[in-house]
Structures are given as C-alpha cells and as structure tokens.
C-alpha cells in the first residue's frame, strides 16, 4: 500500500476519445502532483496542486486538464491526444509543497494512444 | 539541455559487493538531492536525500556522497542484494519555496545472487 492509489493502471485510448486518469492519497498531505515519465526520458513535472489550487503549470498542452476537487484527489483530464502522449503518467503527494517534503508517488497509469 | 544527468544506463553488481551509482548536475542552484528507487509496474519511492551543506548521509546499507565542487553525488549500496535490483534515479532541487524536482533518466541496478 502506497498511500498513494492510482486508477486506470492501464489505459487505452483513441486521439478523439476523452478519458480522466484518477488519483487519491491516504496520507493527509497538503501537495499533489502530476508527472509524465516518456521512455528514455527523465520524469517531467506537468502539474502542482497546493491546498487544492494549482500553483504551478508546466507549459502543459490544453489537452491535458487537471481537477484537484479536495486535498485527497487529483485528476488529469484527456482529449484528443496524440500517440506521441503514450507515457506513464504518475501521481505524487508531498506533507507540503517545497521545504524538501519527499515524493510518494503512486504507481502510475500506463497510457497507449492509437 | 539536462540538468541531473545519470550518464549509466545500467549497472550489473553481484551479491554482497557494493553497488555505486553515480549522478552529476549541472545548476550550481541545486541544494537538496534525494534518490528514488523503482521497481517495474510500481511508483518511485523515496530512499535517501542530502543537503549541500552535507558531503555523506547514511541510513543502513545506503550512503550517498555530495562533491559540491564538482557537482557529482553517488549513492553507495553495502552489501548489495538481489532485493535492490531496480532503477535508481538521481533528483535535484533548488529553493526551499517549491518542490519542483529535477529527475535523472535512471539507472537500472541489476544485483546478481
């Protein structure tokens, strides 16, 4: 148990479906993350939500929609995609934002787009 | 352009030997360095950090070593085990305000019995 759970693990899709990748933590933290890991590639920061407002946007295509309702959720909203979009997509929570709080990530969603 | 690069792919150690991995950096901005572990089909989980005003930190088997000057850390494995095969990533951060981490690209330890 992560504390940590993400849902789909595994997703695919279409380039005109719209889907929602969900995350919950079970850790009382205050910060909430999301991450693409491409292949090859190092994990890149798309997301940051802080107290449930979005601090920081990764100059993230508009395709990609984040939705933080509460403390404990975070979602990534998906449409019309692009096969060049197929990655790993990881959700991370931290106690707070910066201050060296350490990641706990969930364990990811595997996205195909076709 | 890279900012945490882990220029080893890959590393094959056996049993009860010792596992070095090594990542170098390249803004002299960074002050807290921290190394995840991954094992296939999982998230990365949290091994150990260091502050910059640190050169060692210790907790168990694991030790990482900061070299400032030459923006080089390593994180140390002894002794090795097959448990301790996965990929290891190097992560850098700067300022105490934000909590954007600068990853590595990995290294994938194989700990052979």
């Known amino acids: 148990e992560t504390g940590v759970t993400q849902t789909p693990r595994h997703l695919v899709m279409g380039m005109t479906n719209k889907k929602s990748l969900k995350c919950e933590q079970h850790?009382?933290?205050?910060?909430m993350y999301w991450y693409k890991q491409s292949a090859k590639k190092p994990l890149e920061l798309m997301f940051v939500?802080?107290?449930?407002?979005?601090?920081e946007n990764n100059s993230v295509p508009s395709r990609f929609s984040p939705e933080c309702p509460n403390s404990s959720h975070l979602f990534l909203h998906l449409h019309t995609l692009q096969p060049e979009d197929s990655a790993l997509y990881l959700c991370?929570?931290?106690?707070?934002?910066?201050?060296?709080?350490?990641?706990?990530f969930g364990n990811g969603t595997r996205l195909t787009v076709t | 352009d890279q900012q945490v690069k882990q220029n080893s792919p890959s590393l094959s150690v056996q049993e009860g030997r010792i596992s070095i991995l090594n990542c170098d950096y390249t803004?002299?901005?960074?002050?807290?360095f921290l190394w995840y572990k991954k094992y296939p089909a999982e998230g990365p989980t949290f091994l150990i950090s260091?502050?910059?005003?640190?050169d060692k930190n210790e907790d168990g088997r694991f030790t990482v070593f900061l070299n400032k000057s030459a923006k080089h850390l390593s994180l140390h494995i002894v002794p090795s085990q097959p448990g301790d095969s996965a990929v290891y990533f190097c992560?850098?951060?700067?300022?105490?305000?934000?909590?954007?981490?600068?990853f590595g690209t990995g290294t994938l330890l194989a700990v052979q019995p």
């Open positions: 850790l009382g933290h205050n910060a």
């Open positions: 939500y802080s107290l449930e407002e979005r601090v």
């Open positions: 260091i502050s910059s005003i640190k």
């Open positions: 991370a929570s931290s106690r707070f934002r910066g201050f060296h709080s350490p990641l706990h």
């Open positions: 992560a850098a951060l700067s300022g105490g305000a934000t909590n954007k981490l600068i």
């Open positions: 803004n002299s901005m960074f002050d807290y």
